[in-house]
C-alpha cells in the first residue's frame, strides 16, 4: 500500500480544506454530498465537466481509481477514506442485484 501520509509542508488548497474536514470526521456518508464543495474545482481537476462530475456524485460506481486518489491527494486524505464512503453507498445495489439474481 502507498503512503499517503502527508507532511506539514505539503499545503492544501483553501477551498478543499473544508472537504478533507468532513470526510476525516466522517460525515460524509454519499459522494454527492459534495456537490455543493467547488465542484467546477474539483471537475477541473479531475479533468471532467460539470455535468459529469456531478453523474459521478449521484453515481459513485463510475468514479475510477485515478479520479478518487486524485481527489485524495488534493485534499490530503488516505484514499481509503473515498473508497470506504463509496462501497458503503454502493452496496444496496449490490444487494438488490444479488437478490434478483437468487429469485430467479
Same mark, same amino acid.
Given at each position: 500500500? $502507498?503512503?499517503?501520509?502527508? =507532511?506539514?509542508?505539503?499545503?492544501?488548497?483553501?477551498?478543499?480544506? @473544508?472537504?478533507?474536514?468532513?470526510?476525516?470526521?466522517? *460525515?460524509? =456518508?454519499?459522494? %454527492?454530498?459534495?456537490?455543493?464543495? +467547488? /465542484? #467546477?474545482?474539483?471537475? +477541473?481537476?479531475?479533468?471532467?465537466? %460539470? @455535468?459529469?462530475?456531478?453523474? *459521478?456524485?449521484?453515481? /459513485?460506481?463510475?468514479?475510477?481509481?485515478?479520479?478518487?486518489? #486524485?481527489? $485524495?491527494?488534493?485534499?490530503?486524505?488516505? /484514499?481509503?477514506?473515498?473508497?470506504?464512503?463509496?462501497? =458503503?453507498?454502493?452496496?444496496?445495489?449490490?444487494?438488490?442485484?444479488?437478490?434478483?439474481? *437468487? +429469485?430467479?
Amino acid at each position: 500500500m $502507498a503512503d499517503w501520509n502527508f =507532511k506539514n509542508e505539503d499545503g492544501i488548497d483553501t477551498e478543499f480544506e @473544508n472537504i478533507q474536514l468532513l470526510f476525516l470526521s466522517g *460525515k460524509v =456518508k454519499h459522494m %454527492y454530498e459534495l456537490l455543493e464543495r +467547488s /465542484p #467546477t474545482k474539483i471537475a +477541473s481537476l479531475l479533468g471532467l465537466n %460539470y @455535468n459529469s462530475y456531478h453523474d *459521478k456524485l449521484r453515481n /459513485p460506481e463510475k468514479f475510477t481509481s485515478l479520479h478518487i486518489n #486524485t481527489i $485524495a491527494y488534493a485534499i490530503r486524505i488516505n /484514499p481509503d477514506i473515498i473508497h470506504n464512503v463509496i462501497q =458503503k453507498e454502493i452496496l444496496e445495489q449490490v444487494i438488490q442485484k444479488f437478490e434478483k439474481y *437468487k +429469485s430467479k
